[in-house]
């Protein structure tokens, strides 16, 4: 009995032996041994290491814009407040002409965009406003004066144009009205005055408005990084093709925080297309008033499920005054197009060309009334619409 106890031992003692020095100089043979309830990953053996790094990215987006990016200098005489002192003759006998007047003049910087071969260049009204000079320089190096053909301060909007010999590179349109929420896209300018610059984000959000920026709100929210410089440039989607043009950003400081808003190239086209033929835009106008409908409004009102907006002022002697409009009307839709809102009240209107006789739809004391106004010219200054 004690020898076979004995040849038991130095078995044991020898298989636990081999299994240490399987395990230690060869941990593969035991990986396949079946454990119960246990769930076995298959995993590469060994870690790649001659892996090619990925060449995805959007070079060729970039690439195909940024030559028909362009970054505007402006430059402009700051007027002095008036001093009177500096027609007294006893002032210039002791002080001579140290305090004459001599003009100071401001620079601003922005972006641009190259839409034709004759030089029209798209960017915003900000960035040209109240310029006394305008140089555009290219991607390519070349530099060269520039004048305005017009501007739209209620979209801030505008168009240069600049005339240079042989070929300029211009930027293809893209669909704004197809772009979604996560869309990838690529803000192009010129930031701070560093160079040419490309940054990259994601669509936000779409049809912003009631920001209090602009009278015609439509605005692509994007997280790309739009800083001071940037007005005026390009978003693109990852082919290349313009989705809006740069306008503003959220922040309290002037830069970045991942909230920019850019101007639709659909808004940006209508308004292009009219100050070059025209060198202005000109909108429809009936002389209102209006604010959207609160819930409270709704049920104060007995609305129900209606939509449309509350009618808080008509202008005296306009269009809609003549046509019979009251305040306290709720207007619910113009040429049957229904209105959710005073921002799209304000579009469907606008669109309608002066002259033009329109029906509108109001209910008044819970009875639908229909009138006819002619609309009228939008004034230039920012008033009712």
């Known amino acids: 009995m004690r020898k076979f106890w004995l040849l038991f031992a130095q078995a044991t003692t020898i298989g636990l032996a081999l299994l240490f020095v399987i395990n230690t100089l060869k ?13 076995t990953l298959q995993e590469s053996p060994t870690r790649s290491t001659d892996a090619q790094p990925s060449t995805t990215g959007f070079s060729a987006a970039a690439k195909k814009v940024m030559p028909a990016v362009v970054n505007i200098f402006t430059t402009n005489e700051i007027k002095r407040p008036p001093r009177p002192f500096m027609e007294d003759p006893r002032f210039r006998f002791f002080f001579g002409d140290e305090f004459e007047d001599v003009p100071r003049r401001g620079s601003n910087l922005g972006s641009g965009v190259i839409i034709s071969q004759d030089g029209y260049i798209l960017t915003n009204h900000h960035v040209v406003e109240a310029a006394d000079q305008i140089e555009v320089a290219l991607a390519d190096g070349r530099k060269t004066k520039a004048t305005v053909v017009g501007s739209d301060p209620e979209t801030d909007l505008a168009v240069i144009r600049i005339n240079l010999p042989g070929s300029i590179p211009i930027i293809t349109f893209g669909q704004s009205d197809q772009a979604r929420v996560g869309d990838i896209v690529l803000a192009i300018g010129n930031p701070f005055d560093v160079g040419q610059t490309v940054t990259m984000g994601i669509i936000s959000a779409l049809k912003r408005s009631h920001l209090g920026l602009h009278t015609f709100e439509n605005f692509i929210q994007t997280d790309a990084a739009i800083n001071p410089g940037n007005s005026g440039g390009a978003l693109v989607d990852t082919n290349g093709n313009l989705l809006g043009i740069n306008s503003a950003i959220y922040s309290p400081n002037g830069g970045s925080l991942g909230i920019g808003f850019a101007i639709p190239v659909s808004t940006a086209k209508k ?55 009251k305040p306290g009307d709720i207007l619910v839709s113009v040429d049957d197009k229904l209105l959710i809102d005073s921002n799209t009240m304000l579009e469907a209107i606008s669109s309608i060309p002066p002259g033009r006789i329109s029906a509108l739809k109001l209910l008044r004391n819970e009875k639908e009334v229909i009138v006819q106004v002619k609309v009228g010219k939008r004034p230039k200054s920012r008033g009712q619409e």
Do not use: N, Y
């Open 271 to 325: 308004v292009m297309e009219q100050i070059i033929q025209h060198g202005s835009v000109t909108r429809g106008w009936i002389g209102v008033a209006a604010q959207d409908l609160t819930p409270e409004l709704a049920e104060s009102f007995k609305l129900g499920e209606t939509k449309g907006v509350l009618i808080s002022e008509v202008m005296r002697s306009g269009p809609a005054d003549k046509a019979g409009v």
């Open 27 to 39: 941990p593969g043979l035991l990986s396949s041994a079946a454990r119960t309830g246990v769930i």
